[in-house]
């Protein structure tokens, strides 16, 4: 039933969705362009692709500890490898949307909740290399894949910190310049998914863009959804189905989007 009720919300996202040509703001229809659209071929793409390839024929087997809603494939706390890079892992279209998205919007500092293995991380570092990447992941034993992962690209511009975000976020927020590019990928459910969202947008500031992961994942994320969106503090959110995008930007008129991508 739930297979059901997910391809019925996307065939509604499809329906009701735009392209570019149905897009009137300047700021969207730039954004939509140069960035939902752009079809380049950026060489980091393949040294991302070529190592999350090499993670898919891994044998190794790691205990995970799940803070979150877990995984809707995997239900077994000891879990291959292999099956993380395929499931946990944004598929490739997303990983590239972030690295583009993090090269248009050109952030300072950028953070993220929800490391993973650390593909979309490293998408992101290489989008803006002279940023300064924050990355937080619950399980200690994924952590550490995802640090050898950096090495191996040769990331220096990202800080891995394991823990509960719960924990970590409100002292990271209270320590550290706040981010423009916010990357929230981590929990799937409903309180603590605005939660996150209200500690991080009480210090954005103009210019500031938070992604959302998952946004029609669950009845849950699809009500965290609509609230952020209609978030006094948003005035821009474009929903990808897949990916949820708000914009804080007092220069820009409260929309709401569906775009076809």
Partial sequence: MQKVDYALRYINYLLHSKTKFGIHSPFLFNLVNEVLYDKTEYPAYKSI????????????IIEVTDLGAGSKTIKSNRRPVSKIAKTSSKPKKYGRLMFRLARHLKPLHIL????????????????????????????????????????????????????NFDEILPRWIGQNEFPTLI??????????????FEQCVSKA????????????WSAEMEQAWEHIKYSNSV???????????????????????????
């Avoid at 500031?205 to 029609?216: A, P, R």
């Fill in 112 to 163: 993220e909740l929800g490391t993973s293995l650390g593909f979309s991380s490293a998408y992101m570092a290489f989008g803006q290399p002279q940023s300064k990447l924050t990355t937080i992941e619950g399980c200690p034993n994924i952590s550490a894949i995802a640090a050898q992962n950096f090495r191996q690209l040769n990331l220096q511009n990202i800080t891995l910190l394991n823990g």
């Fill in 49 to 60: 692709e070529n190592l999350k390839k090499s993670l898919l024929r891994s044998t190794e």
């Fill in 235 to 261: 005035n821009l959110s474009v929903d990808l189905f897949f990916m949820g995008l708000v914009f804080i930007n007092d220069d820009l008129s409260k929309e709401d989007f569906q775009i076809r991508f």
């Fill in 205 to 216: 500031v103009k210019g500031t863009c938070l992604v959302f992961d998952d946004i029609h």
């Fill in 183 to 196: 990357f929230i990928d981590g929990n799937h459910r409903k309180e603590p998914t605005i939660r996150y």
